[in-house]
């Protein structure tokens, strides 16, 4: 499974990024394909995921804010993001695997990695 995530940028405060994921190596209708995103100096984390192509996941902090969505014919994946705050600012990441519920917010249930884009958020 291949992933490449692209559309970060810099951005202000209240401005609107849509990442994109195009996913090579497996359709949505198996496992879950989520975005994950890394700040410096912390931890990676859950940001929005999709499991079998319809069921959306989205992190707590996000909520209100990032839509993700799938197009099957192009196999790629969006994470449209409204309303960006300067905490939005990381490197964000698309992921692919097989987790069970319990541990879809886990960036070590994932086998694949895209090579991540940068985000930045000015205020």
């Known amino acids: 499974v291949q992933l490449q995530a692209s559309g970060g940028g810099l951005v202000q405060a209240g401005g609107s990024l849509r990442l994109s994921c195009a996913v090579s190596?497996?359709?949505?209708?198996?496992?879950?394909v989520s975005w994950f995103r890394q700040a410096p100096g912390k931890e990676r984390e859950f940001v929005a995921g999709?499991?079998?192509?319809?069921?959306?996941y989205y992190a707590d902090s996000i909520k209100g804010r990032f839509t993700t969505s799938r197009d099957y014919a192009k196999n790629t994946m969006y994470l449209q993001m409204d309303s960006l705050k300067p905490e939005d600012t990381a490197v964000y990441y698309c992921?692919?695997?097989?987790?069970?519920?319990?541990?879809?917010?886990?960036?070590?249930?994932?086998?694949?990695w895209g090579q991540g884009t940068q985000v930045t958020v000015s205020s």
């Open positions: 992921a692919a695997g097989s987790p069970i519920s319990s541990t879809r917010s886990s960036p070590e249930a994932y086998s694949s």
């Open positions: 190596g497996r359709t949505f209708s198996s496992g879950t």
């Open positions: 999709i499991r079998g192509g319809s069921t959306k």
